[in-house]
């Protein structure tokens, strides 16, 4: 019962993705099919919804224009952000090199 579910779900997902995207292709198509395809492209993406309208009715005085994404310690540069990471990577491969090499001595020592 769960795996026809399933794969009806995914055969959904895949024709809903085919008739998004299907003005990506030069197919000649009538024009009020057109227009039905393009509305139901907007419910596909979810354009259809606008945020900012149900937001003000809680919100009256929100603003989205001064709204501020950005965590305050993030940085503007992207070295600074992955620099650990890079750290972290660096002394792996040193660890590796050091750990090839002490196991050639030892190999060549016997």
Known sequence: MLRGSLTDFWSLFFVLQMICYLSFYSIPIPSNAEIYLK????????QFLNPDAFI??????????????????QEASVWNDLS???????????????????????????
């Open 39 to 46: 509305e139901l492209a907007k419910i596909i993406d979810l």
């Open 56 to 73: 003000r009715k809680i919100i009256p005085t929100w603003n989205p224009i001064v709204l501020n994404i950005a965590h305050k310690h």
């Open 84 to 110: 650990a990471y890079f750290s972290i990577l660096a002394v792996l491969f040193v660890v590796i090199i050091c750990m090839t090499l002490l196991s050639i001595h030892y190999k060549l020592r016997d």
